[in-house]
């Protein structure tokens, strides 16, 4: 199994520009996860998708951030236009339907580090 | 919605000595509860998870944790770390009802061997 993919690993951009971050989740999981990490915090939920509908994206800032996962299955991330703050780990995860062994449980992918400069 | 607050930003340890980190939650109806570790350049991973039965529940690598409903804490112990016990540990939780997962700001723990 390979777990969740995420991509690009490192990404380093000027202030204002866009970026994105893509998302392969587990094979199966239907409930998918972007969670933000700034140094020293614990991740930050940025977005919980349920299959293709995201059922909270409350502390999304839909100003800059948008987020999408067409299909039910992968999912990306944008940013645009970037600033200085947004510099952090992007973490993407994602656990098994309610009711499905396992369910509850995250798998983290390996997160995408942005630094804004 | 449900927060978390993990008492110790950095913890010190000589190995072969105890540890405990302190977990709170608050949220007022059934949840279930987390630990996951991060080791240095790794993953998050998960340690340990509590979601009903004995409070008392055992993890990888000799950890556990224990859940005291009435002072809604999940605090997480081994009796004797070791060095590659050093990471950063996250306690978590989420309503029993959905998926929603919340973390603490995470407790780093160095391990001197």
């Known amino acids: 199994e390979a777990g969740v993919v995420q991509s690009p690993r490192y990404k380093i951009i000027e202030k204002k520009q866009p970026v994105a971050f893509w998302c392969n989740p587990i094979?199966?999981?239907?409930?998918l996860y972007w969670y933000l990490q700034n140094l020293g915090q614990g991740p930050e939920l940025l977005i919980r998708?349920?299959?293709?509908?995201?059922?909270?994206d409350s502390q999304l800032p839909k100003d800059r951030f948008s987020a999408e996962r067409l299909k039910g299955v992968d999912s990306t991330l944008k940013i645009q236009p970037a600033e200085l703050g947004d510099s952090a780990v992007y973490l993407c995860?994602?656990?098994?339907?309610?009711?499905?062994?396992?369910?509850?449980?995250?798998?983290f992918g390996a997160g995408s580090r942005l630094t804004v400069l | 919605a449900q927060s978390v607050s993990q008492h110790n930003h950095h913890v010190i340890l000589s190995e072969a000595a105890s540890l405990e980190l302190g977990c709170n939650y608050s949220?007022?109806?059934?949840?279930?509860l987390f630990w996951y570790v991060q080791y240095p350049g790794q993953h998050l991973q998960l340690l340990l998870k509590?979601?009903?039965?004995?409070?008392l529940v055992k993890g990888i690598k000799g950890f556990e944790a224990e859940f005291i409903k009435s002072k809604f804490s999940f605090n997480l112990r081994k009796p004797s770390v070791q060095w590659s016990d050093t990471a950063e540990y996250f306690c978590?939780?989420?309503?029993?009802?959905?998926?929603?997962?919340?973390f603490g700001a995470g407790t780093r723990l160095t391990v001197k061997p």
């Open positions: 995860a994602s656990s098994p339907d309610r009711g499905v062994v396992g369910a509850n449980v995250l798998t």
């Open positions: 094979s199966g999981h239907n409930t």
């Open positions: 998708y349920e299959n293709e509908e995201a059922v909270d």
């Open positions: 949220y007022g109806g059934t949840v279930n």
């Open positions: 509590y979601f009903s039965g004995d409070p």
């Open positions: 978590a939780v989420n309503a029993a009802n959905n998926n929603d997962m919340r």
